[in-house]
């Protein structure tokens, strides 16, 4: 059982940005998408979403084409996580996290005790009960994208895909967010991340998809692939090795 990405091609309408790609994350796996700017890592999360249509190859799940289920099965088997925002409107924290459950609602449906139940069980999962009432608009940065977190797995979902989970947030949170990504897999959620810091890679996940200017150029396990020269090329940058206590830290030089 994978979510995968098979020869694929990706881009927007009159623009492929991206050829031949081939991954697939599996169930109790994190899966680290490492890359420049502008190499393309979004633009490939939204297509393993659905959210755009591939140019070339499929995205399938489980074997099966991704594109044959429908918006709301999609969202019943992927849990999406974007990148931190401020947010417009001030829904309560429990409304946020409630508006994952709309996969698992008929069309103009109320929440059904089930529903909040679920988000109740996330936002305790998560350790933001104590803002479920609270404008969403209102809290920090780090608890926006736990709760953000929570929204997605109220989705029950067997995959989690989260753009940048980190983006913007000091180092206090950055460490919470990412220990709750490696607690998904130890529940047996297969996650796919992306991320600028090759340190978040060597920590967190199983394995690192290294994409630069659509072109996917290697996959592995993060200590094997992962060294000074790789990321001198990856990112077109000098980088420096630290060992420190048979750790190893990346960084720019």
Same mark, same amino acid.
């Given at each position: 059982?994978?979510?995968?990405?098979?020869?694929?091609?990706?881009?927007?309408?009159?623009?492929?940005?991206?050829?031949?790609?081939?991954?697939?994350?599996?169930?109790?796996?994190?899966?680290?998408?490492?890359?420049?700017?502008?190499?393309?890592?979004?633009?490939?999360?939204?297509?393993?979403?659905? /959210?755009?249509?591939?140019?070339? @190859?499929? =995205?399938?799940?489980?074997?099966?084409? $991704?594109? +044959?289920? *429908?918006?709301?099965?999609?969202?019943?088997?992927?849990?999406?996580?974007?990148?931190?925002?401020?947010?417009?409107?001030?829904?309560?924290?429990?409304?946020?996290?409630?508006?994952?459950?709309?996969?698992?609602?008929?069309?103009?449906?109320?929440?059904?005790?089930?529903?909040?139940?679920?988000?109740?069980?996330?936002?305790?999962?998560?350790?933001?009960?104590?803002?479920?009432?609270?404008?969403?608009?209102?809290?920090?940065?780090?608890?926006?994208?736990?709760?953000?977190?929570?929204?997605?797995?109220?989705?029950?979902?067997?995959?989690?895909?989260?753009?940048?989970?980190?983006?913007? /947030?000091?180092?206090?949170?950055? @460490?919470? =967010?990412?220990?709750?990504?490696?607690? $998904?897999? +130890?529940? *047996?959620?297969?996650?796919?991340?992306?991320?600028?810091?090759?340190?978040?890679?060597?920590?967190?996940a199983d394995r690192v998809a290294l994409l630069a200017e659509g072109q996917?150029?290697?996959?592995?396990?993060?200590?094997?692939?992962?060294?000074?020269?790789?990321?001198?090329?990856?990112?077109?940058?000098?980088?420096?090795?630290?060992?420190?206590?048979?750790?190893?830290?990346?960084?720019?030089?």
């Amino acid at each position: 059982m994978t979510l995968a990405a098979e020869t694929l091609a990706i881009g927007y309408p009159g623009r492929t940005i991206g050829r031949d790609v081939s991954l697939a994350v599996a169930p109790g796996e994190a899966l680290a998408l490492l890359g420049p700017n502008g190499g393309g890592k979004t633009t490939l999360l939204k297509t393993m979403l659905g /959210l755009l249509p591939p140019h070339a @190859g499929m =995205v399938s799940l489980d074997g099966h084409p $991704l594109s +044959a289920l *429908g918006v709301a099965e999609r969202a019943r088997q992927i849990g999406y996580v974007p990148q931190v925002h401020t947010g417009i409107f001030a829904f309560a924290v429990r409304e946020m996290v409630l508006m994952g459950r709309t996969a698992h609602q008929g069309l103009f449906a109320s929440p059904s005790a089930k529903d909040r139940a679920v988000v109740d069980a996330k936002l305790a999962e998560l350790g933001v009960t104590h803002l479920a009432d609270k404008p969403y608009t209102m809290i920090s940065g780090g608890e926006r994208q736990l709760v953000l977190i929570a929204r997605a797995l109220a989705q029950e979902p067997r995959y989690v895909v989260l753009d940048e989970p980190t983006a913007n /947030l000091d180092f206090g949170n950055q @460490g919470k =967010v990412m220990r709750q990504i490696r607690a $998904l897999t +130890a529940q *047996g959620l297969g996650v796919l991340f992306t991320t600028h810091d090759p340190n978040q890679a060597l920590r967190y996940a199983d394995r690192v998809a290294l994409l630069a200017e659509g072109q996917l150029k290697r996959t592995g396990r993060p200590s094997e692939i992962l060294t000074s020269s790789v990321l001198e090329d990856l990112y077109g940058a000098p980088v420096e090795h630290v060992a420190e206590a048979g750790k190893t830290v990346f960084l720019p030089a």
